[in-house]
C-alpha cells in the first residue's frame, strides 16, 4: 500500500517535529548528548525549515508516517548546493512503518518537483550515520559528490542526481 503524499498543513508542524525527533532518535547513541541536544533542536525548527522549502508529509489511514522538506531552485542551501539547484532535507520516516517504500515515495515527490521546477540537479546531504538512506538514495539514481565537513563530530557527504539525462 503506497501512502498519501501531500504538502503539509501549517496545524500538523507539531506533530512532524515530533516525528522528525522520533525518526532520528536511533543515532542519539552515536553522538554526544550536546550533538544530540543540537540536532533535536535543529530538526524541531519546523516553522523556519517550513519557511525555507516544502514542506510535504506521509500519511497511511491518516497517520502521519514520513517527511521531508523539498527546496526548490533559489532556496537550497548555497553553503552545500549550487543555487539553481533543487535540493531535499530532513527525509524522516516513523521507525514503525520503515522499509514499506515511504522515504522512497517521498524522495521521488521531491524528484517530480525539481523536475516540475526545471531544476538540472537536485541535491542532499547525508551523514555516515545513515546507511539504509544512502543506499535509497542510490538506487533512485543519487551519485556521492562531495565530502563535506563534519558536523556534529560525524560525516556527511553531499549526493546529486542530474534531472536532465
Wanted: proline share 4%; hydrophobic share 40%; aromatic share 8%.
Amino acid at each position: 500500500m503506497s501512502a498519501i503524499v501531500r504538502d503539509a498543513f501549517t496545524h500538523e508542524f507539531d506533530d512532524i517535529a515530533k516525528l522528525l525527533v522520533e525518526a532520528y532518535s536511533e543515532y542519539a547513541s552515536a553522538l554526544t548528548p550536546e550533538n544530540w541536544q543540537t540536532m533535536q533542536t535543529n530538526l524541531s525548527k519546523i516553522t523556519e525549515v517550513a519557511q525555507q522549502g516544502r514542506l510535504i508529509i506521509a500519511q497511511l489511514d491518516r497517520e502521519l508516517v514520513g517527511a521531508v522538506v523539498y527546496c526548490p531552485p533559489g532556496t537550497s542551501d548555497t553553503r552545500i548546493f549550487q543555487p539553481e539547484w533543487a535540493s531535499l532535507r530532513m527525509l524522516a520516516v516513523s521507525p514503525q512503518h520503515r522499509g514499506q517504500g515511504i522515504g522512497a515515495q517521498l524522495s521521488s515527490e521531491c524528484i517530480r518537483r525539481a523536475k516540475e521546477d526545471e531544476a538540472e540537479i537536485i541535491g542532499l546531504h547525508t551523514s555516515e550515520l545513515m546507511l539504509p538512506a544512502i543506499r535509497m538514495y542510490e538506487r533512485l539514481g543519487f551519485d556521492r559528490d562531495l565530502v563535506l565537513p563534519r558536523r556534529l563530530g560525524i560525516q556527511f557527504w553531499r549526493y546529486v542526481l542530474k534531472l536532465n539525462d
